[in-house]
Structures are given as C-alpha cells and as structure tokens.
C-alpha cells in the first residue's frame, strides 16, 4: 500500500472515532481524501496557487459539511491535515490546529449552490489582473469554454467600505461573494484573486487550471490587437464536450503532483 493511501486510512479511522464527533453522518470515503490531498499538490504545481490559497470538497456522507486541510501550503498538504468543517465554517474537531481566515468561502458557497461540490479559492497570478481591469475575462479557446461570456467580479468595497484588507474572513464577506458568483463557475475577487466551483474535485481543478491559462493566453493576444473570442453557442458547446474529459488531464497531472509519495 502506498504512503499516501495508509494515511487516509489512518485519518479515516481517526475521523470516525467517537471523540470527533463525525460519526453521526459516517466518515468521508478514503479515495474523496486522497483526491483532496492530491488536488492540493496538482494546484501547486500548475502553478495555480503558491503557499496560499485552498480546496475544499463537500462531505461525501453529509452534504452539510465540507472537508479542508488546517492552515498549511497546499503542496505540503497530507492527509492527517484534512479537517471538517460544518456549513458555519466551524471545525469538527479543532484541537490546536490553525484553520484558514478565508474558510467562509467555502461554506458559504456550499450554502447557496447544492449543487457544488468542490471549491477553489486562489491568487492564480494571471487572473488577478481582469479582477482590477476594464478588459473582461472571456474565454479565447475551447478548454475554457466553461468560463461562458460574463465572469462576474466581487467587490468587496460594495460590502465592506474601503477600509478591509480584502479577506473573506466572515459569513457575511462569504455570503456576498457566493451571491456575485451566483450560478457561475468562477467569479473574479477585485485586488485579491479568484473563486472557482465545480461538481467534483478534478472538475473545479480542471477549471482553475484553464482558467489560469485562458487569462495568460488572453492577455498575450489582447497585445496583438483584437481577439475574437468564443461565442456564448460555441462556449456551450465546447463546454458540454470538454466536461466530459475532465479525468484525461486529471490522472496526469495526478501522478505528476503524487510522484514523490
């Protein structure tokens, strides 16, 4: 058995023992965890978060939580990291483990859309710039295709007044930006970074991969002068038939992140 694997086991077991309290709605399954460490490492090393930023995934046993490592770089995420959260963003099981400021992202979102179950916040480098400028993030080939023709952008001066440092460390922020992001996949965060959602783990990694890319190619073709971008009929389309090879990119970049366990 890889390393990996015996760790999942072991937070598995320790998960559902009876001082976590976690019993009541079952333990997470042993390969949603081992997905979620391995999305940490595979964000890292495309290149779509640094020592910040994080991924969550809903409770496979209780769609009211979600899990999330404590407050570590995400490449240096293990499985023995991974806590979870009720939709509040209260940890389960705190014990002296430090938790992320901005672990309202995720419940809020998971909140407002039953339908997500997996989400992304990250300060993806060549995203950052359409949170800040005129020019629209829009999709300029068919891998990002998802990204549709109107990729909203969170404010949180509309919020909060001028005078934030522009994390969502509350309910309140969280819920704001879930209601910007609204039915979209990936909603802009203006001076910050960026939220993407998906229905799986390799969905939302798929997602902030290409989203990531689609912002460096579009600002690469914007210094060449007009860009024709994807149609809303061709970005459906194209959306539809890429969705359905999420787990092609996936594996890869799997076993790339995962090559040193």
Same mark, same amino acid.
């Given at each position: ?42 964000? @890292?090393?495309?290149?779509? *978060?640094? /020592? ?7 409770? =496979? &046993?209780?769609?009211?939580?979600? #899990? ?85 952008? @969170?404010?949180?001066?509309? *919020?909060? /007044? ?7 460390? =509350? &309910?309140?922020?969280?819920?704001? #930006? ?84």
């Amino acid at each position: 058995m890889r390393p990996v694997t015996c760790s999942v086991v072991l937070l598995v077991a320790m998960l559902a023992g009876p001082s976590s309290g976690i019993a009541q709605s079952g333990a997470p399954d042993a390969k949603l965890i081992e997905d979620l460490v391995a999305a940490n490492r595979i964000l @890292f090393d495309q290149g779509v *978060v640094d /020592g910040f930023g994080h991924i969550s995934v809903r409770h =496979d &046993k209780d769609p009211n939580r979600y #899990l999330l490592a404590r407050n570590v770089a995400p490449a240096l995420v293990k499985a023995e990291d991974i806590m979870e959260f009720d939709l509040d963003s209260n940890a389960i099981d705190l014990r002296d483990r430090r938790i992320y400021l901005e672990r309202f992202i995720h419940g809020e979102i998971y909140k407002l859309r039953p339908d997500v179950k997996a989400v992304i916040h990250s300060h993806s480098p060549s995203v950052i710039p359409f949170g800040a400028a005129r020019a629209k993030l829009q999709p300029i080939y068919h891998m990002s295709a998802f990204l549709g023709t109107d990729v909203p952008v @969170f404010e949180i001066r509309d *919020v909060a /007044g001028s005078a934030t440092d522009l994390l969502v460390r =509350d &309910k309140a922020l969280g819920q704001a #930006l879930a209601k910007t992001l609204g039915h979209h996949p990936v909603a802009l965060m203006r001076g910050h970074g960026s939220v993407t959602v998906g229905n799986s783990i390799p969905q939302v990694v798929f997602r902030a991969v290409y989203a990531e890319m689609n912002a460096k190619l579009q600002a690469d073709a914007m210094r060449l002068g007009s860009v024709t971008f994807l149609t809303p009929e061709e970005a459906a389309k194209a959306a539809e038939t890429i969705d359905g090879q999420v787990m092609r990119p996936w594996e890869l970049w799997k076993r790339k992140a995962m090559k040193a366990e």
